[in-house]
């Protein structure tokens, strides 16, 4: 049963559903204004440089499915986790209360640098390997989506090669409701004031990340507050490396950064993706109207992964995280006050 926690001023619930997408969070809402319907990283795709072997983690998997350890449960291979650490439900873990949990859940208070913040995560096994999905939700309105890479490395003809970790996450950005939003690529392309544009992206469409122009997107609601200001989130990347075929054209397994796509219900959640993720371009983003629209976006974070496995790594892989984030943009009307644990507290 999917359970739901309340602090930070974020109401946000989670599950983690039988289909094997790993953890889902749903319902997330800021000072009581919708801002995350739901989203999940669901799968993830693993080619290993030589393009053999290639894995599909997670929903409607080709490598091995996310299935949840307590988060008690160690750092090592699935044959190596004792038969009481795997979870039997979805909810929060306690030791006493609910020794059988996945998902942990940490109300970590104010301090002299970050805000109250809200952290849900869990541990997801995929055979040898493991995945950690966590989510920090903090009291200035800013939430982190992390991805966790462990476990032990996949070795291959008596050797470990390297590969490419493309997480993809499906998020279902309901800012302030569903329906009536529009997607927008930040791009700067000079010093002048108006240098710095938003641009509209109106139809489904697969998208790309630019450094040279510090590529970011937002989703927003159309209509103006008050004060005439369009409540948004921003999607600031966290990759740190480019889709395949941008510098070589040796491999095409992932080949962009963000999709924008409409909501369907039932549909469209990645389980008919293979081991490249052309689908979301060919059948996902098929080029129907989106401005206006309730939309889903879809982003890849990938991260490459050189292993050390005569050093480091010869046991497993120590936990590694990478993290996009999502910024407020005119989501509230002023700066939040009491973030910090400062004397006296900070914002004033």
Known sequence: MPGTVNFADWSV????????????????????????????????????????????????????????????????????IPPIQWATNDNQYDPVANPGGAVMVEQIPRDLLEPDKVVIWAKLQCANYQYVHRWVFHADGAIHAEAGLGGRLF??????????????????????????????????????????QWLDINFESKETADPNTYTKWRVLNKAPKPNGLNRSYELIPGSDGAPDGIHTSASTYSRGDLWVVLYKPGAEDGADVGVTDDVLTTKYANGEAANGQDVVVWYCLRHHHQPRQLGEETIVVPYEFLSFHLEPRDFVDGTIRNLYATTPPSPL
Do not use: C
């Open 13 to 80: 619930s989670w599950s983690i559903p039988t289909t094997g997408e790993g953890l889902v969070i749903s319902f997330a809402n800021f000072k009581g204004t919708r801002v995350l319907y739901r989203a999940g990283a669901p799968f993830v795709l693993v080619p290993y440089h030589g393009n053999s072997p290639t894995f599909k983690d997670g929903l409607g998997h080709q490598g091995a499915p996310f299935t949840p350890v307590k988060p008690t449960a160690p750092n090592a291979p699935s044959w190596q």
């Open 155 to 196: 070795h291959f003809n008596l050797s470990t090669m390297g590969h490419i970790h493309n997480f993809y996450f499906r998020l279902d950005l309901d800012i302030a409701g569903a329906g009536n939003n529009l997607v927008q690529r930040f791009a700067h392309k000079g010093n002048n004031p108006s240098d710095d």
